[in-house]
């Protein structure tokens, strides 16, 4: 079985975002980036699965700039075997990245694919669904426990009243939620070993995809800085206030 992981470079988690001064979007200058983390534990699952004898070949693919090699790289570390790089500096948007990634199905050929349930730089939300739709494959979206025999995916999804299970049939398309496993780090032989690992840049231009946004951001802003909090001294004074000064009771 093939398995696709579509992992997407953003902002690391750990960094403080700066808006850029004109309100156009976030500052992207000398920020860290890495691997989506939901998207790591995409690629940990699939590795996963080829440990248990479930699958034999993981490819990962990123969409945008030339420096999302790097983040191919970790993928390859953590121990997926092949990347692809659809190289663009144009803006994607969910549609476009599902269109596109449509397209690396119609060419690859996988059995499933697992994606991230968002991406935390647009926290979007989308592709996978989007993906699914495009593909008419069923889709087993927040997964927090993947099961796979006999040509089935029994996905456990975390809904509001408690956990629900769902049997997919393969071909099928999953995303992931953050109790699914806990990812690997990487080792320096295996960042070593990575490197030979194959990885092929195919150009937009290629796969010849509308990609055109179909929304415009108007702009981008901080949010408020919230006021210092104060302390009370009993709860006499905790309900005064909250009845005379915040007014919310
Ligand atoms: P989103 O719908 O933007 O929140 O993204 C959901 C998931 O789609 C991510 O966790 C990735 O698995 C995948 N994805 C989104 N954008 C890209 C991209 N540019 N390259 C590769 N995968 C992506």
Redesign the pocket.
Known sequence: MKLL?????VVDFTVKVRVKPDGSGVDLENVKMSM?P??EI?VEEAIRLKERGLANEIIV????PAA?QETLRTALAMGADRAVL?ETDAE?E?LA??KL?KQIVAKEEPQLV??????????????????AALLDWPQGTFASKLEIAEGKATVTREIDGGLETLELPLPAVI??DLRLNEPRYTSLPNIIKAKKRPLDTLKISDLQTDIAPRSKTQKVGAPQPRKAGIRVNSVEELVTKLREEAKVI
Request: proline residues 5%; charged residues 20%.
């Open positions: 992981v579509p992992i997407k470079r989506n939901f998207d995409a693919v990123s969409l945008g999302c659809v994607l969910p990245v599902a990634l697992i994606l991230g349930k968002q991406a935390i730089d647009d926290d979007s939300n989308q592709t996978g669904q989007m993906l995303t992931t």
